[in-house]
């Protein structure tokens, strides 16, 4: 795949450094043909990447916001991948906004720590809705885990975030989990990945 950005198109240097981890939690874990949906795709790069190298997977890309909306399409008419469909318009927050499913996955990479957590209480009821019987939603990102030593870094992470929109910053994983339970997802695993991040999964029976 040509990594170059296409005109209209924006790019996220962790895009580079994080997609193979989030790529190996996946493919194991996706059934044969899955249907994903993609929720803050932001700039699409993961989109077209794991598209790439997911052909079987049906992958649909997602943001709220209209300049990512822009960057994801530039990507995917420049991949020009069958799998790829067209970015749509979902606020996590807005049930109004979720298409209606079934999805086999959801993919949420890097959002709910850089969002209220309004958008996460959102996830967690759009994933119960749409999810299929069985269907996974995997989170990646940094977390807070009571019996977990939080690394300096993130720590810093975390303080530079709420500086930045106090309704910001990183999840404990606990109450993520009690949120997901109470919409019908259980916890499923949890993946430690390069860089002190997790990939998250939980399941719908």
């Not at 960057?71 to 069958?82: D, Y």
């Not at 967690?124 to 009571?146: D, H, I, Q």
Request: overall charge neutral; some cysteine.
């Amino acid at each position: 795949m040509n990594d170059t950005p296409p005109l209209g198109a924006r790019t996220a240097p962790s895009t580079a450094r994080n997609r193979q981890p989030i790529l190996d939690a996946l493919r194991p874990r996706l059934p044969p043909g899955a249907k994903v949906l993609e929720v803050a795709s932001g700039a699409g790069e993961h989109a077209v990447f794991l598209a790439a190298v997911l052909p079987e997977v049906h992958w649909r890309p997602t943001d709220r916001e209209p300049e990512a909306l822009e960057s994801i399409e530039a990507w995917r008419k420049h991949a020009q991948l069958p799998n790829l469909a067209a970015p749509v318009r979902l606020d996590a927050a807005d049930p109004s906004t979720w298409p209606p499913g079934p999805f086999d996955a959801i993919v949420c990479i890097n959002m709910i720590h850089i969002s209220p957590w309004t958008a996460t209480q959102g996830l967690m009821a759009g994933a119960g809705r749409v999810l299929a019987p069985r269907g996974r939603l995997f989170l990646y990102g940094p977390f807070l885990e009571p019996d977990v030593p939080t690394a300096p870094s993130n720590l810093a992470f975390d303080e530079s975030l709420k500086s930045r929109d106090p309704a910001w910053g990183l999840r404990n994983l606990g109450e993520v989990t009690a949120l997901a339970a109470a919409h019908g997802l259980g916890l499923a695993e949890r993946i430690a990945v390069p860089a002190n991040n997790l990939v998250v999964v939980f399941e719908r029976p």
